[in-house]
């Protein structure tokens, strides 16, 4: 077998990523990426872009270190290079703040981030209803320009994109060898999963180019996120809801949160709502496996459920999958030895 045919469900930035971390490092592959929504359409389209990861136990710390890490260097070289404004991926400072002290002062990724460290009570003082707070820069990446930057980077390396919505995963298995399954909250059709379910969050998009820093609740709930060309004001969960139309009384509640926490949100114009759906999931699916029907076999490598803390860890687990894949390559071009009778 010489060249292996590759195709991986779904354009989000996981399927993405997976895409172009295979043309990297696993050679002799052809690569089409298959998805029936491609940017601006996806739900990775309409995430906050942050880099601050959500604990996740059912997940070993030092693999969820390690991915952020993988995750942080390559956009922090990003930031760092000619390409920064063309993907909107940049640093930004700010404040996590808690109203009690939290259980860990110190979180895992705390030396992963820049200049981690506790907030000061002059700090604290913008933020009278909390009396803990950690102060670090961090970096953002913007969906709406990132996936473009993306899918060019996939189509340079040889990689074909296709719209195409795929009902079962036996449709590729005439054309391909290999099926990465990077398609989120569709892995509860394509592969069965019933453990993955959405959680739906809503957010603000509003012009205040005033608002320079990040701040976050402890919580995660609520969050106020400057980007290039807007601010993000979150956000919301509501857990099985599969509604993307927004809901009017959850983005007054947004904003009255967020001008809590910064109260120059008040003059904040041009507020657009926007609407996604989490993929999550108690772990991410990081796993080879191989589909049997009617004597064929399928070669599948899972990359999914990654919930609200996709960006913050796509490119190391996109690594981690790309590794799998070279295994699955391997496998294929290992010839099956035969008995001698």
């Not at 990426?33 to 990775?44: L, R």
């Not at 389209?45 to 995750?71: C, M, S, Y």
């Amino acid at each position: 077998m010489n060249t292996v045919r590759v195709a991986v469900v779904g354009a989000g930035v996981m399927g993405l990523s997976t895409a172009l971390c295979i043309s990297k490092l696993v050679p002799q592959c052809s690569i089409t990426v298959i998805s029936d929504k491609f940017t601006p359409d996806t739900t990775s389209d309409v995430a906050a872009g942050i880099l601050i990861p959500h604990a996740n136990p059912d997940t070993p710390v030092h693999k969820q270190k390690q991915w952020f890490r993988e995750t942080f260097d390559h956009l922090f070289a990003i930031a760092n290079s000619a390409e920064a404004g063309e993907t909107c991926v940049h640093l930004v400072s700010g404040w996590q703040i808690f109203e009690s002290i939290p259980s860990e002062e110190v979180p895992f990724w705390a030396d992963v981030v820049l200049g981690f460290r506790k907030m000061t009570d002059a700090e604290l003082k913008k933020f009278p209803q909390h009396v803990f707070g950690q102060a670090f820069t961090t970096l953002k990446c913007e969906g709406a320009a990132y996936l473009p930057w993306l899918e060019k980077r996939v189509k340079e390396s040889g990689g074909v994109l296709l719209t195409r919505r795929i009902e079962d995963l036996w449709e590729l298995h005439s054309s391909f060898d290999i099926v990465v399954n990077c398609s989120g909250l569709g892995s509860r059709q394509l592969v069965g999963d019933l453990k993955i379910f959405p959680v739906r969050g809503q957010l603000l998009k509003v012009q205040a180019p005033w608002v320079k820093h990040f701040i976050r609740d402890g919580s995660g709930l609520t969050y106020v996120y400057p980007g290039v060309s807007n601010v993000t004001l979150g956000g919301s969960r509501q857990k099985g809801d599969w509604n993307l139309v927004p809901d009017a009384e959850i983005s007054r509640e947004i904003l009255s949160r967020c001008c809590a926490l910064e109260p120059s949100l008040h003059g904040a114009c041009d507020i657009k709502e926007i609407v996604g759906l989490r993929p999550v999931r108690a772990g991410i699916r990081l796993q080879k496996e191989v589909l049997a029907q009617d004597g064929w076999r399928l070669t599948v490598v899972h990359h999914y459920g990654h919930g609200s803390g996709g960006f913050s860890m796509h490119w190391g687990t996109a690594l981690e999958a790309a590794r799998l894949l070279s295994e699955c390559v391997q496998d294929l071009r290992t010839p099956i030895p035969t008995s001698k009778l």
